[in-house]
């Protein structure tokens, strides 16, 4: 017997890159199919990991522009589709660890993000996509984005 899928709540996490409208309409159409509540995320990193925090420097400010940057360009995204997006968050951590806690808080049931393909190392070392699955509470989609036309 089959079991019907009916999510409720779908999270899109997205890097902000031009492959992200297909990204963003492959879960609108499944949020549409649902009726479901449609939210857009964009994690950035803490500037302090990238200097593994060692700079007398106080970066509070230039996070703050990132952030601001970050919500600016993902207004512009959530206009990649005509399906109403209830959320736009910009986080600051670990990508997978806050697109798991987003969809806690959320009650969120579908986590869908954007994914290049890649194979073997390049795959197990570096991919978000493979990252938001281990440790997901609840389903996650990996759309994958064709290098040549950008089209999910």
């Not at 509070?60 to 968050?89: C, F, M, N, R, W």
């Amino acid at each position: 017997m089959t079991e019907a899928i009916n999510y409720k709540h779908i999270i899109v996490g997205v890097d902000l890159s031009e492959d992200c409208p297909p990204v963003i309409r492959r879960a609108a159409a499944i949020a549409q199919a649902c009726n479901a509540k449609l939210t857009l995320a964009h994690v950035l990193e803490p500037i302090a990991f990238a200097y593994g925090g060692d700079m007398p420097v106080d970066l509070t400010g230039v996070q703050e522009q990132q952030v601001q940057k970050a919500e600016a360009d993902l207004a512009l995204l959530a206009k990649s589709t005509t399906y109403p997006i209830l959320q736009q968050h910009v986080l600051v951590g670990q990508p997978a660890a806050e697109l798991h806690y987003l969809a806690e808080q959320e009650s969120a049931d579908l986590i869908v993000v954007g994914s290049h393909g890649r194979k073997g190392f390049a795959l197990l070392l570096g991919s978000t996509p493979n990252s938001v699955l281990h440790g997901a509470t609840c389903d996650v989609l990996a759309v994958l984005v064709k290098k040549q036309t950008g089209e999910a």
